[in-house]
């Protein structure tokens, strides 16, 4: 019904940069909230940042300051741009929106999740 497609993971060294994307396609008729959440080996996934349909953001302590969330209603697509990394930021990284279906149902959809890993 709906699908979450995440991009822009990869290897970086501390310090450095990543932008990640999420599009979210399919039976969409609108998106509330949207949201990054991480999940590192041996942990649990952990809401990183997140921001409603009217734009408010809210970030887990460990990122504010280096990460900004950001979203684009017409093209139904969420980004993260995570600057100053660090070692501790290498985790699975996943999309999560909240749909309203065409249908009118609602439903929390997620990505498959891409990895960021940060390590010199």
């Known amino acids: 019904q709906v699908q979450l497609v995440e991009s822009g993971g990869g290897l970086v060294q501390p310090g450095g940069s990543l932008r990640l994307s999420c599009a979210a396609s399919?039976?969409?008729?609108?998106?509330?909230?949207m949201g990054w959440y991480r999940q590192a080996p041996g942990k649990q996934r952990e809401l990183v940042a997140a921001?409603?349909?009217?734009?408010?953001?809210n970030y887990a302590d460990s990122v504010k300051g280096r990460f900004t969330i950001s979203r684009d209603n017409a093209k139904n697509t969420v980004y993260l741009q995570m600057n100053t990394l660090k070692p501790e930021d290498t985790a699975v990284y996943y999309c999560?929106?909240?749909?309203?279906?065409?249908?009118?149902?609602?439903?929390?959809?997620w990505g498959q999740g891409t990895q960021v890993t940060v390590s010199s």
């Open positions: 999560n929106a909240d749909v309203l279906l065409v249908s009118r149902s609602r439903i929390s959809s």
């Open positions: 921001i409603s349909d009217g734009g408010s953001t």
């Open positions: 399919g039976s969409v008729f609108a998106i509330n909230d």
